[in-house]
């Protein structure tokens, strides 16, 4: 008898956890059944499949993209993450100073170059992870520079170049009703390409 308390003590913990973690689950992937509609108006489709967050996937200006979408968690805001699959001949982050660092910017090596601008310097952060000489020479074009300003603007926390390509992440409680129409993700890819435009 204290043999099965003991294992019960360790299975019902184990047990309630992965039932609240099912149910999740398929939470999420009935509130992501509203982007079934959105997807094929941005020549997409929709991929659900459990324990991954829903996406949509598809081709814009002949060049593959997927749009993620982060749910909410405890102590995080959901994510709505682009990704214009442009790939990129160096690695850099750029993201409003005085953003809450994430565990990647403390583990990062990368190197933290200047645009040459000050009044740009002093708003926002540029980490290099490869090719720091061709990130800087990108960022001292105004143009660019003007663009990623255009970025935070349009409420996107984060940009980041890299082989894989152009990926831009902004707050969006997707999930929890708070939906995205399909004009303002049109608006994310076109401007995720207009910036691989000016590599």
């Known amino acids: ?29 009935f ?13 997409g489709e929709v991929v659900i499949r459990p324990f991954s967050p829903p996406r949509i996937k598809g081709m814009h200006m002949g060049m593959p ?18 990704t214009f699959e442009y790939p990129c001949p ?6 409003p100073k005085g953003a809450i660092p994430h565990l990647g910017d403390l ?37 660019n520079r003007d663009m990623l300003a255009q970025a935070f603007q349009m409420g996107f926390v984060s940009v980041r170049y890299s082989e894989r ?7 969006g409680k997707v999930l929890r009703g708070e939906g995205v129409s399909s004009e303002e993700l049109s608006s994310h890819l076109a401007f995720a390409a207009r910036l691989g435009e000016r590599l």
């Open 1 to 29: 008898m204290e043999s099965f308390n003991q294992w019960r003590e360790f299975f019902l913990p184990l047990f309630v956890f992965l039932v609240l973690l099912v149910i999740k689950q398929f939470s999420q992937m």
């Open 31 to 43: 509130k992501a059944r509203q982007l079934k509609d959105i997807a094929p108006l941005l020549n």
């Open 65 to 82: 993209f997927q749009i993620i979408f982060m749910p909410e968690g405890r102590g995080s805001s959901g994510m709505v993450v682009v």
């Open 90 to 95: 160096f690695a850099m982050e750029v993201r």
């Open 107 to 143: 583990l990062s090596r990368g190197k933290v170059v200047q645009s040459g601008d000050e009044a740009f310097d002093v708003q926002y952060m540029l980490r290099v992870d490869k090719d720091p000489q061709k990130a800087e020479h990108y960022v001292m074009n105004k143009a």
């Open 165 to 171: 390509g152009i990926t831009l992440s902004r707050p």
